[in-house]
């Protein structure tokens, strides 16, 4: 794609949509919904990899981060996933509260002082949020973790702000990452966990966290399925990253 046509794209109204704090309500809220319905799938899964609670666990804290958050009155992007955070380090057992709880702790950190996010916003505070993952996890791509399709859907998110992608597009293309990413963890050997501790056994079973991931960014894409310029982003820079 020339300069030119990248141009175009940024003065494009279409290619300024904003992600708010109602959006992100919106996307716990599909999420929790999910992981309801998936429950026994990922407790099926990890009673093969793990101990068998990773849909029971991810489920109690998802309740806990929607009821928080309608407690709630309306916050930032920021403030809400600290809220989020918090919820799902304190409500989660097992591994996946404090690692979900650093995702979205490092991710406050990249929207901090912003009202609502743009794609390049939203990409480098996804980006910080996989960060905290993997520092806390200490897990990398290949080891059959929730990390491989959190560094699919960030690698997918900053491409699509080099080309200047709209919003629901460029999450519309990380949903398909993640998903590919997921369904890659089968026939890897784990590395990391309680599931490395199975070894070959666990050849031909997706990771449970990988999966809990990929439902992460399905809800995200349907959260932000419908997102239509704002008159805040019409009336700031064309350049909205």
């Known amino acids: 794609m020339n300069i030119l046509n990248k141009s175009s794209r940024r003065l494009n109204p279409e290619f300024q949509v904003r992600f708010t704090g109602q959006n992100l309500r919106q996307w716990m809220t599909l999420f929790a919904a999910s992981v309801r319905e998936t429950e026994p799938r990922l407790n099926e899964l990890d009673a093969t990899l793990g101990d068998g609670d990773h849909g029971a666990n991810l489920r109690t804290g998802m309740d806990a981060v929607v009821e928080k958050l309608d407690g709630l009155a309306l916050a930032d992007v920021a403030g809400q996933m600290r809220v989020?955070?918090?919820?799902?380090?304190?409500?989660?057992?097992?591994?996946?509260g404090p690692l979900y709880g650093?995702?979205?702790?490092?991710?406050?950190?990249?929207a901090l002082h912003k009202?609502?996010?743009?794609?390049?916003?939203?990409?480098?505070?996804?980006?910080?949020?996989y960060r905290g993952v993997v520092q806390l996890g200490r897990a990398a791509v290949g080891d059959k973790t929730m990390v491989d399709p959190l560094a699919a859907a960030v690698r997918s998110l900053r491409a699509s702000c080099m080309h200047y992608q709209a919003l629901p597009e460029a999450v519309r293309a990380c949903r398909k990452a993640a998903q590919l990413a997921a369904e890659g963890t089968l026939p890897m050997i784990a590395r990391k966990g309680l599931a490395a501790e199975v070894g070959e056994a666990g050849i031909g079973v997706m990771d449970p966290?990988?999966?809990?991931?990929?439902?992460?960014?399905?809800?995200?894409?349907?959260?932000?399925?419908?997102?239509?310029?704002?008159?805040?982003?019409?009336?700031?820079?064309p350049i909205f990253f």
């Open 102 to 110: 650093a995702f979205f702790l490092q991710s406050s950190h990249g």
């Open 209 to 237: 966290g990988a999966l809990s991931v990929a439902l992460l960014f399905e809800s995200l894409a349907q959260a932000v399925s419908s997102l239509t310029p704002t008159a805040h982003s019409q009336a700031q820079s």
């Open 115 to 129: 009202p609502d996010l743009g794609l390049g916003d939203l990409t480098s505070a996804m980006e910080a949020g």
């Open 84 to 96: 989020i955070a918090t919820t799902l380090t304190t409500a989660v057992g097992g591994a996946s």
